[in-house]
């Protein structure tokens, strides 16, 4: 007569244990919780709105342009630049290239000349003829005005589409995040994050779309004139009351 062997233990940590492999996947699985910053709540929110609008009614982009593609080749040029120097290089720089195909079909080493001192020109001058020369070819000559067709522009992403979009042709599209709106963002508690995208994202939550363009716009001079980054002018800055920053200087 067969003997029976005894049934094996389970080791410890077996999948018959309870709450087996379904337990395990579930303390494996990454904490995805989303932080929202306090200071994003929307009477807080309208507060700042009002205090922009107290201060800078009337903000605007500070690159000077008279024509849509005017504007996207100041703003390719202003990566790692000021717009003060830009603008010193375009009152020249625009007299000389008048037109997307004076630019599309410019000498290159000319052009990395009369664009080197706002830095990176080889890059920029690539950038400027490859844009000019789709501009000509896909889209009629003229700056396009939906966010996935500008995209397509080589040397251009979110904040110069963003800039174009909003400035030129007054369309919403999303909220330009340069260096001014990243450290106003964190200093208001209005996003947490330091990637622009996300930042940008985060703002598009909560602030009014009727908004978005001259919020950036209003950011953009309030960075430079008071918050500035080394050291914040809080003592002449309206926002002081409602700011908790840990950076503030009083």
Not at 140 to 157: C, F, H, S, W, Y
Not at 165 to 190: E, M
Request: hydrophobic share 35%; aromatic share 6%; charged share 25%.
């Amino acid at each position: 007569m067969p003997v029976k062997k005894p049934k094996s233990k389970k080791p410890a940590g077996s999948h018959e244990k309870a709450g087996g492999p379904a337990r395990r996947a579930k303390r494996r699985a990454p904490h995805r919780a989303i932080v929202k910053a306090r200071g994003a709540r929307p009477e807080r929110v309208r507060a700042i709105l009002e205090k922009l609008d107290e201060a800078y009614p009337a903000a605007t982009c500070a690159l000077e342009h008279q024509t849509p593609f005017q504007l996207l080749v100041a703003t390719i040029l202003s990566a790692q630049c000021t717009d003060t120097r830009v603008n010193q290089v375009t009152r020249t720089l625009f007299p000389k290239y008048p037109t997307p195909e004076a630019f599309a079909y410019a000498n290159p080493r000319e052009l990395q000349q009369d664009i080197r001192s706002t830095g990176f020109f080889r890059n920029k001058t690539k950038s400027i003829i490859g844009a000019s020369r789709k501009i000509i070819e896909e889209f009629g000559g003229n700056v396009p005005r939906a966010m996935e067709e500008i995209l397509t522009l080589p040397g251009v992403a979110r904040k110069t589409a963003n800039v174009v979009l909003g400035t030129a042709y007054g369309i919403p599209s999303g909220i330009v995040v340069d260096t001014h709106v990243q450290r106003l963002s964190q200093r208001l508690d209005l996003s947490r994050n330091t990637d622009p995208k996300k930042i940008e994202q985060d703002l598009m939550q909560v602030i009014p779309q009727d908004k978005w363009i001259l919020f950036s716009h209003q950011l953009i001079w309030h960075g430079r004139r008071v918050c500035q980054a080394r050291k914040p002018r809080c003592a002449e800055c309206n926002l002081e009351q409602i700011c908790y920053s840990k950076e503030k200087t009083i």
